[in-house]
């Protein structure tokens, strides 16, 4: 499992470290993120949904979102999403 | 860092700080005042819940292949149009008309760099300053400075780099000539989005692919 902090970031810094993130976790690992712009989580359900790539958000107290998104298994189907 | 504050909690808060200064200005009797107050309060509230963005917009339909945004910022410029129009023409309220060049072109470019680098445009500046992003105090104190500086030296730009003249549609093809202009160069523009958010090529299509 890989943690992000982006709670600060300004868009669209989340959603590049959220990619960069994906391409270094190992097939099947995840990747958790906390997010404080809804925007920003709007853009990365939005290209996660695109891309096939299965997660979860989660709304925390005090405007924070978080975000799990699970790197396809290698060979694996569609991810579920 | 989640915060303390659980959702609902702070319902009294926001009512006191919108309403208080909104009763104050009407005991004031300062009516119009208190009327931008609440319309204002009633804007932001919106602009926050709809997660709209004008430079999300631009930025994710031509960068991230993703016009959902872009959409939705047409057709509220598409509405706007109509309804701008429509005050224009039947209340009679004259447009503030201003010429367009190449001065118009030049100054959107550098405005646009200034929005891709802090994240938002004007209006999601004010949206993140009041959802708690201290960081956007130096965006909105940019925004002022540069307002103001722009000021006072328009003067100075009309007289050097040449103003042309002010063209309102309107006169030239009439009020339903100009309202199909305008909303068939919106439709253009919508046609440009729905092209480039077609899934398919590029690098950043690629990248969640997953796999190798």
Redesign the interface.
Known sequence: MRYLDLVDEVCPVPLLRIQEALREVPAGETVVAHLGYARSVRNVMEWAEREGISFTVKDLPGGVWEITLCRKPRGGGSGGA | ???????GRGLPAVAFVAGAPALLLLGLGLRVAAGFWVCGLAAGYVVQRS?L?F??AI??AF??R?P?LARAVLVLLGAALVGVAAVQYFLGVPGNVLPVGWHTVAGGLVFGLGMGM???CAL?TLV?LG???V?YALAVAGLVVGGKLGLGVAAWWRARVGWGTAVFLPDLVGWPGAVLAGLGALALLAAAVELRGR?GRGPL?R?????E
């Open positions: 860092m989640p915060g303390k504050l659980s959702r997660r963005c430079a999300g930025r994710d960068l991230w993703m959902s802090a994240g938002a999601t993140r959802e708690g992003a960081v899934p299509e990248l969640g692919a997953g796999g």
